[in-house]
């Protein structure tokens, strides 16, 4: 599966879906965004039962401020619409692939269990 360009209208429905989104924050003139470009877009081709987006963050510049989006590339995954990582910096091919690993590999009921029990401690 290619990757899918978001806009700020697309991306809460897109992360909110069921089961495996990474979400590559980019902009045209960043040479690591360009360097990790190859190796996310491979990713997309390897996984596709995982839904993999980009993010220009010059042309959505109001979403990728929302999610304080600092340093670019950024890639967040989303797992059943919980955000269950957020890092800058390019991946090389066996980090990304690590990360998808992890995410796929993720306890979500004990996930869930951890945010509630954050929740209602931050109460």
Do not use: Y
Request: glycine fraction near 6%; proline fraction near 5%; charge should be negative.
């Amino acid at each position: 599966m290619a990757t899918k360009d978001l806009t700020l209208a697309e991306f809460e429905e897109t992360v909110k879906q069921d089961g495996i989104v990474l979400v590559d924050f980019w902009a045209e003139w960043c040479g690591p965004c360009r360097n990790f470009a190859p190796v996310f877009e491979q990713a997309s081709e390897e996984h596709a039962e995982i839904t993999f987006a980009k993010v220009d963050t010059e042309a959505e510049q109001q979403l990728a401020g929302a999610l304080q989006i600092t340093s670019i590339p950024t890639l967040m995954a989303f797992r059943d619409g919980i955000l269950v990582f957020n890092q800058p910096g390019a991946l090389p091919a066996p980090a990304l692939k690590q990360v998808i690993e992890a995410v796929e590999g993720l306890d979500m009921e004990q996930v869930r269990a951890t945010i509630a029990e954050q929740q209602t401690a931050g109460q």
